[in-house]
Each structure stands twice: as structure tokens, then as C-alpha cells.
């Protein structure tokens, strides 16, 4: 089969000494600190091993992360630039759907011909995390393309227990197969920002006013979500033009770009508050990641008992005044992955009910033999969605 894949050498930096398990698995918990000379490129695979517990899913369609593209950089030493955890050689891709052509003899749930979307949080099930419930913070965690061969391939095997059925999804848009794993391939990414916004952050009651920061794909996720949640006034924030049109599309009321209004020595904050009537923001969702811009702009506009989800990733220090918080009894709290809780299955249920269409987030597809000007797309940060599929026509 043909299928994107990634090599590296094994190679820890001076001064990073790998634990125990990194050695005895040959995976990575900071890939930057061990991961060298990266080789990649589209070429001929194996046909995948499917075991007693797994489905073969023939990939319909996947879609291309900013992790996709960030392992794939290197600084100047040779080293990758991502610094999650990862593992080499590897077929990457962690956002796909396809439909399922074999079945191990253990599989009871899923049947030959159902279309499925893949959960890329493999949670082990046994570690404290996951004993407590907390699939995403699991200790013992594999993922699909970045620890074991994921979906920018023709074909996946996958374990049952990661799958969701999409057949309900291709019944409302009348037997569109395409349709339903495309939307397929956007559950991940839809389940990030579900899992910070319902699970982690608590949610709105509906006639709150919701500001999002980021119209990437996490962001403009948020937006969708807080539109079908009853958000009264949704105010978006973002730097690029292309994304702002794609908040609007996505369901955003007001999408402003900040450094424009720094420039004409506006007052975020203030802006806000003006824009509310004076109540405030009822939950502000960080999918910006710049969260030194952000904070400061939240302090000004909370709402009483106003919730920060922070979702998108930041490195370094954060200034934070929390007087705002504490004296207008808010929360903040942090968000990663989209496990567990019922959020695959809650998301399918919305893009199967028409309340959700995410392929409005999509503004390129290519063939799995030119995924390269997919990534470069991705990674363009003007984007949407970039989804990669043999269904597509060659560039």
C-alpha cells in the first residue's frame, strides 16, 4: 500500500538522559531531545497486521494537524522541532475515517462496511489517569501517527475499541459516504475544543457571551460549538485575514484583528465590555496559544463568574493578574486531547443532526501522493482544514 512515513535517528542530545521506558520502547516523551535528520516521503508499505481486537479501515479520508507539519521541521542542530512524544519510522497521520473492511474474530461491535472515525487518544485504560476517568492525562497514552502507524496511508488497523460509527452521519446527507468520513477526519479536532469547552470548562448557559481567540482549526471549532450552544453574542479574534472570513462562515457575530485594533489604540478589553452591555464575557476559549496578549484582555471583561479554557499550547511564562478572577469568582482551566466523556459520540451525534457541518472549516484537499502541499498548506497559517484522501484528484 502507499502510505506517508517518516524516518529519524535515535539520537539524544547531550545532557537529555532518556528514562527507562523511552529506551525500552524507543519512544520519545520530548521528540526535540532525541529526534535527528528527519526523512520523509510517500512510498510502498506493508499492508497493515490487523490482531484478534482490530478493524482494517481503508482511509477515506484524514486530516493534516500543525503537528503534522511541526515534526517534520528541524532547527539548526538536525533536530525535529516537535517536542511531543513520537517514535520512528512511522506512517503519520493521527485525523482520519475510512471504512472498515476486515475485522479481527475478538470485534463484536463493528461490521465490514461500516464507516468509522478513529479516536487518536489511545488511552490505556489502567494507569491512575485512566482509572480516574481522565483518558486524555493517561500515563501509558499511544497515539496513531505519532507513536504507531497512523492514517496519511491507504489502509489502518486500528483497535475496535478507538472507533466511532459514522453510518449515521452518511444517512443524513443521503448516502454521501464522503461526506460522512470527511466529517469523519474533523472529529478529532472538533472533540479538542469540545473537551475544553463542555468537559473541562463547564460550558455556557445559553444567552452568555462567548469570545474565542484563534480561528485555526481548534478555534474555529470553538466557534461552531458555542453557536450550537446558545452563545448570544460570539466575538472571535484573529491576526489573519483568510481565518477571519472563516470564523464569519463558521458562525462567529464579530471577528476583529487585534493587532489592527492595538494600532488604532483600542482597548480589547474595554471593546468588550462595550459590546456586551456591560456583562461581560461568560467564557473565553485561548486557541491562540499567545496567551501574554490574551489574559490581559480577559481581566477587563470577565463576567461574573466568567470560565477561561486554555487549549491552545504555550511555551513559557504567562503574567497573570488573578485579583480579576478571584473578585469575579471566574475559573480558568486547562484542556488537552478529546477522549473519553462521551465526546467522540456527542460530536457525531451534532454533525449527524445537521447542527454542526465542519467541512465549512475545509480550504484545501489533496491526494495522498502530493500530502506535501497539504502540509505546506497546513502550516501556511492562513488555512483551514487540510484534508488528504486517494479520492482526490492528483495536483
Given at each position: 500500500?502507499?502510505a506517508f512515513y517518516?524516518?529519524?535517528?535515535?539520537?539524544p542530545?547531550?545532557?537529555?538522559?532518556?528514562?527507562?521506558r523511552?529506551?525500552?520502547?524507543?519512544?520519545s516523551a520530548?521528540?526535540?531531545?532525541?529526534?535527528?535528520?528527519?526523512r520523509?516521503?510517500v512510498?510502498?508499505?506493508?499492508m497493515p497486521?490487523v490482531?484478534?481486537?482490530?478493524?482494517?479501515?481503508?482511509?477515506g479520508a484524514a486530516?493534516?494537524?500543525?503537528?503534522?507539519?511541526?515534526?517534520?521541521?528541524?532547527?539548526?542542530?538536525?533536530y525535529?522541532l516537535?517536542?511531543?512524544?513520537s517514535?520512528?519510522?512511522i506512517?503519520?497521520g493521527?485525523e482520519f475515517?475510512g471504512?472498515?473492511?476486515?475485522?479481527?474474530?475478538n470485534?463484536?461491535?463493528?461490521k465490514?462496511?461500516d464507516?468509522?472515525s478513529?479516536e487518536s487518544?489511545?488511552?490505556c485504560?489502567?494507569?491512575?489517569?485512566?482509572?480516574?476517568?481522565?483518558?486524555?492525562?493517561?500515563k501509558?497514552l499511544?497515539?496513531?501517527?505519532?507513536?504507531?502507524?497512523?492514517?496519511?496511508?491507504?489502509?489502518?488497523?486500528?483497535?475496535?475499541?478507538?472507533c466511532y460509527?459514522?453510518?449515521?452521519?452518511m444517512?443524513?446527507?443521503?448516502?454521501?459516504?464522503?461526506?460522512?468520513?470527511e466529517?469523519?477526519a474533523?472529529?478529532?479536532?472538533i472533540g479538542?475544543?469540545y473537551n475544553?469547552l463542555?468537559?473541562?470548562?463547564?460550558?455556557i448557559?445559553?444567552g452568555?457571551?462567548?469570545?474565542?481567540?484563534g480561528a485555526?482549526?481548534?478555534?474555529?471549532?470553538a466557534?461552531a460549538?458555542?453557536k450550537t450552544?446558545?452563545?448570544?453574542?460570539l466575538?472571535?479574534?484573529e491576526?489573519?485575514?483568510e481565518?477571519?472570513?472563516?470564523?464569519?462562515d463558521?458562525?462567529?457575530?464579530y471577528?476583529?484583528?487585534?493587532?489592527?485594533?492595538?494600532?488604532k489604540?483600542?482597548?480589547?478589553?474595554?471593546?468588550?465590555?462595550d459590546?456586551?452591555?456591560g456583562r461581560?464575557i461568560?467564557l473565553?476559549?485561548?486557541?491562540?496559544g499567545a496567551?501574554r496578549?490574551t489574559y490581559?484582555?480577559?481581566?477587563?471583561?470577565?463576567?461574573i463568574?466568567?470560565?477561561?479554557?486554555?487549549i491552545g499550547?504555550?511555551?513559557?511564562l504567562?503574567?497573570v493578574d488573578l485579583?480579576?478572577?478571584?473578585?469575579n469568582?471566574?475559573?480558568i482551566?486547562?484542556?488537552?486531547g478529546?477522549?473519553?466523556?462521551g465526546?467522540?459520540?456527542?460530536?457525531?451525534?451534532?454533525m449527524?443532526?445537521?447542527r454542526?457541518?465542519?467541512?465549512?472549516m475545509v480550504?484545501?484537499r489533496v491526494?495522498?501522493?502530493?500530502?506535501?502541499l497539504g502540509?505546506a498548506?497546513?502550516?501556511n497559517?492562513?488555512?483551514?482544514?487540510?484534508l488528504v484522501?486517494?479520492?482526490?484528484?492528483?495536483?
Amino acid at each position: 500500500m502507499r502510505a506517508f512515513y517518516v524516518e529519524a535517528d535515535w539520537i539524544p542530545k547531550e545532557g537529555y538522559k532518556p528514562s527507562r521506558r523511552e529506551i525500552e520502547t524507543r519512544r520519545s516523551a520530548r521528540g526535540n531531545s532525541i529526534w535527528k535528520d528527519m526523512r520523509y516521503g510517500v512510498t510502498d508499505r506493508p499492508m497493515p497486521v490487523v490482531n484478534d481486537d482490530m478493524v482494517l479501515i481503508k482511509v477515506g479520508a484524514a486530516g493534516i494537524c500543525g503537528t503534522d507539519a511541526h515534526l517534520l521541521k528541524k532547527g539548526e542542530d538536525g533536530y525535529t522541532l516537535y517536542d511531543g512524544h513520537s517514535k520512528y519510522p512511522i506512517i503519520t497521520g493521527h485525523e482520519f475515517a475510512g471504512e472498515v473492511v476486515e475485522t479481527g474474530k475478538n470485534v463484536k461491535r463493528l461490521k465490514v462496511g461500516d464507516l468509522v472515525s478513529v479516536e487518536s487518544m489511545n488511552w490505556c485504560g489502567e494507569c491512575d489517569a485512566c482509572r480516574m476517568g481522565m483518558f486524555n492525562q493517561c500515563k501509558m497514552l499511544e497515539e496513531p501517527g505519532l507513536t504507531f502507524d497512523g492514517g496519511f496511508a491507504e489502509y489502518a488497523a486500528v483497535r475496535e475499541k478507538y472507533c466511532y460509527t459514522l453510518n449515521d452521519i452518511m444517512d443524513f446527507y443521503g448516502g454521501d459516504s464522503m461526506a460522512a468520513m470527511e466529517m469523519g477526519a474533523m472529529v478529532e479536532p472538533i472533540g479538542v475544543a469540545y473537551n475544553g469547552l463542555f468537559v473541562r470548562g463547564g460550558g455556557i448557559r445559553p444567552g452568555g457571551h462567548v469570545a474565542v481567540f484563534g480561528a485555526g482549526p481548534i478555534g474555529l471549532a470553538a466557534v461552531a460549538l458555542m453557536k450550537t450552544a446558545g452563545a448570544a453574542k460570539l466575538i472571535c479574534f484573529e491576526t489573519m485575514p483568510e481565518r477571519r472570513q472563516l470564523a464569519l462562515d463558521n458562525g462567529a457575530d464579530y471577528v476583529f484583528d487585534p493587532v489592527e485594533l492595538s494600532n488604532k489604540g483600542i482597548d480589547q478589553g474595554e471593546m468588550l465590555m462595550d459590546l456586551t452591555g456591560g456583562r461581560g464575557i461568560a467564557l473565553f476559549a485561548e486557541c491562540a496559544g499567545a496567551t501574554r496578549a490574551t489574559y490581559p484582555v480577559m481581566a477587563k471583561s470577565l463576567a461574573i463568574g466568567a470560565k477561561t479554557v486554555q487549549i491552545g499550547h504555550t511555551i513559557g511564562l504567562t503574567p497573570v493578574d488573578l485579583y480579576s478572577w478571584q473578585f469575579n469568582a471566574c475559573t480558568i482551566s486547562g484542556s488537552n486531547g478529546q477522549s473519553g466523556q462521551g465526546i467522540y459520540s456527542d460530536v457525531i451525534a451534532l454533525m449527524a443532526s445537521g447542527r454542526i457541518d465542519s467541512r465549512k472549516m475545509v480550504t484545501g484537499r489533496v491526494h495522498l501522493e502530493d500530502i506535501m502541499l497539504g502540509i505546506a498548506q497546513a502550516d501556511n497559517r492562513i488555512s483551514g482544514k487540510i484534508l488528504v484522501s486517494t479520492s482526490y484528484p492528483r495536483a
